[in-house]
């Protein structure tokens, strides 16, 4: 009795792992089929992600289509992703003015702070 329940645990684990071999991963999520699958949902993430960099930052003449089967569309990967760099440190930069204004603007003067308070008494 004990024998046969090992048999089929161990028959349930090697069926699990051809199921798991079959399957393709694909930026963690499980894709089934042939690595064609993997490259269309890449080359979709890739038109999103130029899809949120505007359009002046975006160096001219870039598409992004498909797997990176030739070396143009290898260089307009790379230089997809360099704009995408370039967008986040102008982002970045915006956010650190914007806080250093802030900052500016909020604090008020000490000869401004000191006539409030000489107000409040009187």
């Known amino acids: 009795m004990m024998?046969?329940?090992?048999?089929?645990?161990?028959?349930?684990?090697?069926?699990?792992?051809?199921?798991?071999?079959?399957?393709?991963?694909?930026?963690g999520a499980p894709i089934l089929g042939r690595r064609?699958?993997?490259?269309?949902?890449?080359?979709?993430?890739?038109?999103?992600?130029?899809?949120?960099?505007?359009?002046?930052?975006?160096?001219?003449?870039?598409s992004v289509k498909g797997s990176p089967s030739s070396s143009s569309e290898q260089q307009q990967q790379s230089t997809l992703f360099q704009d995408t760099a370039n967008y986040i440190v102008l982002l970045k930069s915006q956010v650190l003015l914007l806080q250093s204004?802030?900052?500016?603007?909020?604090?008020?003067?000490?000869?401004?702070a000191a006539a409030a308070a000489v107000d409040l008494h009187n």
């Open 101 to 112: 204004l802030l900052d500016f603007y909020d604090t008020p003067s000490q000869p401004i």
């Open 36 to 62: 064609g699958d993997c490259s269309a949902a890449i080359s979709d993430k890739l038109t999103a992600l130029k899809s949120l960099i505007p359009k002046s930052i975006q160096t001219a003449g870039e």
């Open 3 to 27: 024998i046969l329940r090992s048999m089929r645990m161990r028959r349930r684990k090697r069926m699990r792992r051809r199921a798991n071999r079959s399957q393709i991963k694909c930026s």
